[in-house]
């Protein structure tokens, strides 16, 4: 029986990598799910109205009404901006220059923590091997396991699409110019050492997974560990007694150890939650703690190898990592900590998700240095901007508490406005979650509030009654100096232009609120070049409401 009950053995860097083997699909699937769930759940509580909307200022249901005010002053002014437009340059002290050194100091930051990691990562693995110092081998090695700087500073600070698959392609050719072995060697050491954590990144890391990803797999492991871990101790037990009544007992001590897990990962996403309501840490310092700290894990499997429990020295690489970060990002906290934040207010047209991610993400990548992104939650965005407490409140059935019921609940989440930035210095995205009869009050409380409006208007057409609606009180409640709207050529522009017109007409007198000029962007593949010009015309409408 001891031979047997030995042959149930399983080395532990073998049990780790086939946990993570078995994790990666499963989470990836689970993540898809479960965002298709959530998406779905949204909808139903934007179809329904709120419990109490009394207050709500949510009775209007016609998106045109009739004059009740004299008209607006002057003639409506819209000029079209398009690719044969000039670029504005950036001002040196507006808030898009300062977008672009917080954005550049974060880099640094990442950057130099990296290196550390990889410096931390190539002294033990050489102590622990027993290795000699030579020079070329000490930065060929150190190189390697500086790989995931790469995608981090790609994720941070690279919106160039060019540029993202520059950065890769500019790694491997300094590997070939630093590496004392073939390189095709090198490219099978690549691959044993960082394929399996790229990989990871790849699937879970995309925009379209990240919302939940990372914490799914997490949770997936936790869980799919204590199911290993009751197999092999149910299995134990049963061969080390011999006796085959014990399977009762076993099987009892196999369910204990799955539940005890199961505990641990539900405790674990009330942690993670926490340390995010409580701006302990941001959503992308989450996912790159999370990349990171795998990619350690990994590189312990290995040196686990060769020194066995000594190869969990290998953690200290993260310690590193994870004391440059928090010490680097202190002052660019303070930094931003200095400026009020600038609220833009995102509107766009309804069932693009692509599209409408893809824009959420160039404008998160530079906005959220200097200020907070707005928006009314729908199910094209829901799952791109789901955070990990609103995660656990989905997760608990409490996804009604996310939604606004009345007025006094839209003034006090209002006032909770995120005023400080997270830890990275990065301010947050804040989706307003509305009833059917509870929208309407939303939009021009948030327009009012905010310091600039993009509304993206490709795929606007008279079947979209909704954003006529939010056209009108636009052009009503907010200068017109701090609007900018983007169109292709899937907008109906003749039935635009009509409705602006309809709106001015419609519009109270408004002599404070200066020159009535609109400005259209015309975008085509939303260009690097578009969105420095989308950028700058944000500049200057942000700037018109400071002055």
Not at 383 to 410: C, M, N, V, W
Not at 524 to 546: C, G, K
């Amino acid at each position: 029986m001891e031979n047997s009950a030995e042959s149930l053995g399983v080395e532990p860097h073998v049990a780790f990598l086939a946990l993570l083997l078995v994790s990666l699909p499963v989470a990836a699937m689970l993540s898809l799910a479960v965002l298709w769930h959530y998406r779905r759940a949204v909808l139903r509580s934007m179809q329904s109205t709120a419990k109490d909307p009394a207050g709500s200022l949510a009775t209007e249901s016609s998106p045109v009404r009739e004059p009740t005010a004299p008209a607006a002053e002057g003639s409506l002014r819209i000029e079209t901006v398009d690719r044969r437009s000039p670029v504005p340059p950036v001002a040196e002290g507006g808030i898009l220059a300062r977008a672009r050194r917080a954005r550049r100091r974060a880099a640094t930051v990442y950057a130099i923590a990296g290196t550390v990691h990889a410096a931390i990562a190539t002294t033990v693995f050489f102590l622990l091997n027993d290795l000699e110092f030579l020079p070329l081998r000490t930065i060929s090695v150190w190189f390697l396991f500086a790989w995931p700087v790469v995608p981090t500073l790609v994720l941070v600070a690279v919106g160039n699409r060019f540029l993202k698959w520059l950065g890769p392609a500019a790694f491997l050719a300094i590997s070939w110019l630093l590496s004392p072995i073939p390189f095709a060697d090198f490219l099978l050491i690549w691959a044993v050492y960082m394929a399996l954590p790229t990989v990871f990144w790849l699937v879970l890391g995309n925009r379209h997974l990240r919302a939940v990803g990372p914490i799914l797999l997490a949770l997936v492991f936790l869980v799919v560990a204590g199911a290993f871990t009751a197999l092999w101790l149910g299995l134990w037990l049963l061969v080390k007694s011999g006796n085959l009544d014990a399977w009762l007992m076993a099987l009892g001590i196999a369910l204990a150890v799955m539940a005890g897990f199961g505990v641990a990962a539900w405790r674990f996403l009330r942690w993670i939650a926490g340390r995010y309501q409580h701006r302990h840490v941001s959503d992308q310092g989450l996912l790159l703690d999370a990349w990171w700290l795998l990619f350690t894990l990994y590189q312990c499997v290995f040196l686990f190898l060769s020194a066995g429990v000594l190869g969990l020295l290998g953690l200290l690489a993260f310690a590193g990592y994870w004391l440059v970060v928090n010490l680097g990002f202190r002052p660019i906290q303070a930094e931003a900590s200095r400026h009020p934040p600038a609220r833009l207010l995102l509107l766009r047209v309804f069932g693009f998700r692509a599209r409408s991610e893809h824009l959420l993400a160039e404008l998160a990548q530079q906005w959220r240095y200097v200020g907070n992104v707005h928006l009314i939650a729908a199910p094209d965005l829901a799952s791109a901007t789901l955070e990990p407490h609103e995660f656990l409140d989905y997760a608990r059935g409490r996804l009604d508490r996310a939604f606004i019921k009345d007025a006094q609940d839209l003034d006090d989440r209002l006032r909770q406005g995120d005023q400080r930035p997270d830890p990275d210095g990065r301010f947050r995205i804040r989706d307003f979650y509305c009833h059917d009869d509870t929208w309407r009050m939303t939009l021009k409380r948030l327009a009012v509030h905010s310091d600039a409006v993009l509304m993206d208007l490709r795929g606007f057409g008279p079947n979209n009654q909704g954003c006529t609606y939010e056209l009108y009180q636009l052009v009503e409640l907010v200068p017109l100096s701090r609007v900018i709207l983007t169109v292709d050529r899937t907008t109906d522009e003749g039935f635009l232009h009509s409705v602006l017109e309809a709106a001015w007409a419609a519009a109270p007198a408004r002599p404070v609120h200066g020159t009535p000029l609109l400005r259209i962007l015309r975008v085509e593949r939303q260009t690097p070049a578009e969105v420095r010009r989308l950028f700058a015309l944000l500049e200057t409408a942000a700037d018109s409401n400071a002055c």
